[in-house]
């Protein structure tokens, strides 16, 4: 490492395995010659496969995984009093002065968790890169005390994923509220600020008066070819264990409130028998009990979550890609989601809802695929037939996504990101 190298932190509230814009970014910063050090919130189940200088500040997951649990009458007593506040904490009641107090002990619980407790964890940086606001008050705290500049690099619009009429209604008049403030100030007090899209950067400009740079989710083949060497990952197709003549769609991407899962499911019952869906990610087993009422069980896979350096050789084999999200906040709409461009670099013909601007825009220009209506099953079941019966359809825009991966990769995308961290390293 060079004699000007700088120790550079950044820091994620999610697992790095499960949160690739980071793992590109830090990367990025590896390759400048930087002491490169990744701060997750929780712990990634294989963290040697990084290649980086990883810091867990949640290790009880793990330990839990090493212990066995005590399932006598207490211990369940206490975790359904530990529930129960949760709930309310989450909830609240209909008593003002009983909603403060529920209020104060939540802000005294973020602060522990998100700002004290860490401080005296994390080693001393150069700068710091926080990836989403929840630990601004850590990095605040060090800024503060050690003048450590830092950039923010928010993933979403947080402040509107889930519009505020579905929250309850504590969740709007004190947390909603409270968490808004915490990302204002960290916008304030950032050297840069970098979001995913150009219609994310509108909001959050909109919202607190300071335009982002725009820095989209593309993904880096190379880093993730290095760091698979030596593993003997199957590819979903095998997995599965799917023949060639079976119709593969994938849909990456945890399992999210936003996702037309019933409504592409219900396209996928009306289609032809040997169209299979993926849904690789978390969350999903959620919807089996659904899948077996609906009789198509059998044809939606959740193999589960896959770590971001084995995600493209994992669906490379697929037939096409669904990006399915619903429009169903300002959040939603603006998306330009990590799945989509897995499935550009995987050379996938895409399936995209077609209240995506963004998406759209880029699956048209590169002739990738079809818009879709998620909220007509009957459309969706023509589309996927469509798919699954024109080899030559399905060759064009292979050839579209193919041409795509060339021109949107992490390579081409990082240099402002080398940019910025230079700029605001020389400040100081």
């Not at 990025?28 to 929780?42: D, F, K, L, Q, Y």
């Not at 939540?106 to 630990?135: E, Q, S, T, V």
């Not at 013909?349 to 995506?356: A, H, M, R, S």
């Amino acid at each position: 490492m060079p004699k000007s190298a700088k120790t550079v932190l950044s820091i994620t509230s999610a697992a790095l395995e499960a949160d690739g814009r980071t793992l590109r970014s830090a990367h990025t910063i590896r390759r400048m010659g930087h002491h490169s050090i990744v701060v997750e919130g929780a712990p990634s189940r294989k963290p040697e496969e990084f290649n980086l200088s990883l810091i867990s500040l949640d290790t009880r997951a793990q330990a839990s995984k090493q212990e066995n649990q005590d399932t006598d009458d207490r211990s369940q007593t206490l975790r359904a009093m530990t529930a129960a506040l949760r709930f309310h904490l989450r909830n609240g009641t209909n008593n003002h002065l009983i909603n403060t107090a529920l209020f104060q002990v939540y802000r005294a619980g973020f602060l522990w968790k998100y700002g004290i407790n860490p401080l005296f964890r994390l080693p001393k940086a150069d700068l710091i890169c926080l990836h989403g606001f929840l630990f601004s008050p850590v990095v605040q705290l060090m800024s503060h005390l050690y003048q450590t500049p830092f950039l923010y690099d928010a993933h979403d619009f947080y402040q509107d994923i889930r519009s505020t009429a579905e929250l309850p209604e504590f969740d709007q008049s004190h947390i909603q509220p409270y968490l808004q403030k915490v990302e204002a100030e960290c916008i304030r007090n950032a050297r840069e600020i970098l979001t995913v899209s150009n219609t994310v950067a509108d909001l959050i400009e909109t919202r607190y008066g300071r335009r982002p740079l725009v820095l989209r989710n593309l993904q880096d083949e190379c880093l993730y070819n290095s760091l698979a060497i030596g593993s003997h990952e199957p590819d979903l197709r095998t997995q599965l264990k799917l023949s060639d003549s079976d119709f593969l769609v994938v849909v990456v991407g945890n399992c999210k409130p936003g996702q037309a899962i019933q409504e592409f499911t219900t396209g996928l019952s009306m289609a032809d028998k040997h169209i299979h869906v993926a849904l690789v990610g978390s969350g999903y087993e959620q919807h089996h009990s659904t899948l077996a009422e609906a009789g198509i069980a059998d044809r939606v896979h959740t193999p589960g979550p896959v770590q971001p350096q084995h995600i493209l050789s994992h669906i490379r084999r697929a037939d096409a890609a669904a990006i399915i999200y619903l429009p169903m906040s300002s959040n939603y709409k603006a998306a330009l989601p990590n799945g989509f461009f897995q499935a550009v670099s995987a050379h996938l013909p895409v399936l995209v809802g077609d209240e995506l601007p963004e998406v759209v825009e880029i699956v048209n220009k590169y002739r990738m695929g079809s818009p879709i209506d998620l909220g007509d099953p009957a459309s969706i079941a023509h589309t996927l037939n469509m798919f699954a019966r024109s080899p030559d359809l399905r060759s064009r825009y292979k050839a579209g996504a193919s041409q795509a991966s060339v021109d949107l990769n992490w390579r081409n995308e990082e240099a402002l990101l080398v940019e910025r961290i230079t700029k605001a390293l020389e400040a100081g």
